[in-house]
Nanobody, 117 residues
């Protein structure tokens, strides 16, 4: 199983970026697709998630600015980030979770987002 995250970069405050996570090698339904981030000196935190049914959830700090989505085949999911702030600077990781035929939890390699003030 591989998760390939891309789309990070350097952007000015107020700008936008779109992260992508391409998932390969999974044969079974994915229960949850999520984006996490880890800023320097801080713990990894959940940013946004989307379930198989399409329900979404967001951290309070990004509500109204970030949008998570996925393609119908569930092979790629995205994080559209608008109105970026310097405090959004972090390494962003994609994650997939499922429970059939057994519990699994896979991570991408991370993509760096840097927001300058």
């Amino acid at each position: 199983v591989q998760l390939q995250a891309s789309g990070g970069g350097l952007v000015q405050a107020g700008g936008s970026l779109r992260l992508s996570c391409a998932v390969s090698g999974l044969r079974f339904r994915i229960n949850n697709m999520s984006w996490y981030r880890q800023a320097p000196g801080k713990e990894r935190e959940l940013v946004a998630g989307i379930t198989t049914s399409g329900a979404t959830g967001y951290a309070d700090s990004v509500k109204g600015r970030f949008t998570i989505s996925r393609d119908n085949a569930q092979t790629t999911f995205y994080l559209q980030m608008n109105s970026l702030k310097p405090e959004d600077t972090a390494v962003y990781y994609c994650n997939v979770y499922g429970d059939y035929p057994r519990v699994y939890d896979y991570w991408g390699q991370g993509t760096l987002v840097t927001v300058s003030s």
